[in-house]
């Protein structure tokens, strides 16, 4: 059984409604589909101190999340874009992986080699596919596998206020991007999981 872990990384506390939680949810539920085990975290809601280790002491959440990340095949990383960007925390979810880059498994491959990745990008302004680029460097800088067409995102009008969890249908190409996306992470998880990438 394959297990994936979204990162929902709105800048939005819970219970708040989050249209990046929306999305995520749905391409959780599109891995459903081919077997995949999934469960979403709003990372805001944890004490994620900035830094770029593992662990960063005095009360920081970051360790339980990791724990959760390294028990998973496929981490969806879903956010928000502000003014052209990720969000903070999506950022700020990047430097705490960077602590990865160094860590080996046991055959002295690097840890997260074995894992893929996915993006979802939601927003009321221009720029998902810069925002998407940005993710797709740093997770595959740390070790992560984007697959084919890795990435759905959704963009209402600038300067409007519609938001894509106001939507009363998830458009059509949303729905495909995010069906196509689930049934290409889950072969190339498989594909990994049967055949790892050879040690050194």
Known sequence: MLRALALNCTLKPSPEPSSSQLLAQQVLDALDQHGVDGEQLRVVDHDIRPGVLADMGDGDQWPQIREKLMQSDIL???TPTWVGHMSSVAQRVLERLDAEISETDDDGRPILSSKVAVTVVVGNEDGAHAVTAALYQGLVDVGFNVPSQGGVYWNGEAM?????KDLLDTPEKVASTT????????HLATLLKERPYPGP
């Open 76 to 78: 969806v990383m879903a």
């Open 160 to 164: 409007h206020t519609t938001d894509y």
């Open 179 to 186: 069906a196509t996306l689930a049934r290409h992470a889950a």
